[in-house]
């Protein structure tokens, strides 16, 4: 059998269901949980199960063990971010993985692997906010300069230090559609919590689940590459398992044709995976389904990325204008604007990104 298929991904979301099957060959499903950065969710997940081999579960437990070591560096990290930032008078919005630590249960801390830590403030606390960062000896790797024709908005600042477990990703509005360019929604979806007597805030698992699908399908574009981010479907779907979620309200947050669909294979794939209450009773587009059937063939066959990457864009060629991951807000020079269009297509056929499948 294939190491990199599609049974041994089901077998692998089985396991981080609780549920490891009889027969599952743990060589593989270890090779594939570390390409998708799910080895320590898998630790989390497996640690009651009954059928799991000692020198497995004796494996998973020093993985999740080192997991947490680094987590606790990274919350101590943030913690300190987060001081500094208020500081200055601005209380951060933390995403993603920033978000999944903040939330979970302290036996819980090395379950989640985290690559940087993810936090939005506001357009007009950017500058601010970089600056204040960089007093604590922060240095910006990536994102000078403003938003593509959009001076308002600042790009997505990379802030590192060599010392931390971790980058910070300093965010004033997430890539994707225009529709989501106010982050005001998102302060609007989150609470406000208290980490070691300071304030930073806490999104919704609605507005969590929004954000993951915009970073993925969007931004990293997976939708067009046919890619699997397990370690973010698998947040997905424990955000949707703590909620009652309102799945026909989210996916009205995007506009009918490529935004939808898009939404929909994402949703798709989490309920083929993992299964979500609920959601399987949606009524998807066929271009929708037809993607899901496109990643599960792809797994383990790289070779069918570049055509099936090509068809997808001819079938999606009608919603040209919202293709743009800037929110479709050009440049104003006509040569800046063609250099970046085409660094954007590039960007489509790049190697797969770490952790994706």
């Not at 609920?278 to 998807?284: I, M, N, P, Y």
């Not at 020079?333 to 085409?342: G, P």
Request: hydrophobic fraction near 40%.
């Amino acid at each position: 059998m294939k190491r990199h298929s599609y049974r041994n991904l089901l077998a692998l979301a089985s396991c981080l269901n609780g549920n490891p099957p009889s027969s599952v060959d743990w060589d593989d499903i270890i090779a594939l949980a570390n390409e998708s950065l799910t080895v320590s969710s898998l630790a989390l997940a497996t640690r009651n199960a009954q059928n799991v081999p000692q020198d497995v579960r004796e494996y998973l437990s020093l993985i999740c063990e080192r997991n947490a070591e680094r987590n606790r560096r990274l919350l101590a990290q943030l913690t300190e971010a987060v001081d500094y930032l208020n500081r200055i008078g601005v209380e951060p919005v933390v995403m993603k993985g920033a978000a999944i630590l903040l939330a979970q249960e302290p036996d819980e801390i090395g379950g989640r692997m985290l690559t940087d830590l993810d936090m939005f403030v506001r357009p007009a606390d950017m500058s601010a906010s970089i600056k204040a960062l960089q007093s604590i000896g922060y240095e910006i790797r990536l994102g000078s300069g403003s938003w593509p024709g959009n001076p308002k908005f600042h790009l997505p600042a990379v802030l590192e230090r060599p010392t931390d477990a971790g980058s910070i990703d300093l965010h004033c509005r997430p890539r994707g559609p225009a529709s989501f360019s106010d982050v005001e929604w998102l302060y609007g979806h989150s609470r406000r919590i208290t980490l070691a007597g300071k304030s930073v805030h806490l999104p919704s698992a609605f507005a969590q689940i929004v954000f993951l699908i915009l970073h993925d399908q969007f931004q990293d574009g997976d939708y067009w590459r046919g890619l699997i981010d397990l370690r973010h479907l698998l947040d997905i779907v424990k955000l949707a398992r703590s909620v009652d979620v309102e799945w026909e309200e989210l996916r009205s947050l995007f506009a009918a044709g490529y935004e939808r669909n898009a939404v929909d294979a994402q949703i798709l794939t989490a309920i083929a995976l993992f299964g979500i209450d609920g959601a399987s009773k949606l009524s998807f587009a066929r271009r929708a389904r037809i993607q899901l059937v496109r990643r599960q063939l792809q797994i383990g066959r790289n070779h069918l990325a570049t055509p099936f990457t090509f068809l997808t864009l001819l079938t999606e060629v009608f919603y040209y204008r919202y293709w743009d991951r800037f929110g479709g807000e050009p440049y104003p020079s006509r040569r800046q604007e063609t250099a970046r269009k085409i660094r954007e297509m590039r960007r489509i056929f790049r190697s797969k990104p770490l952790g994706k499948l």
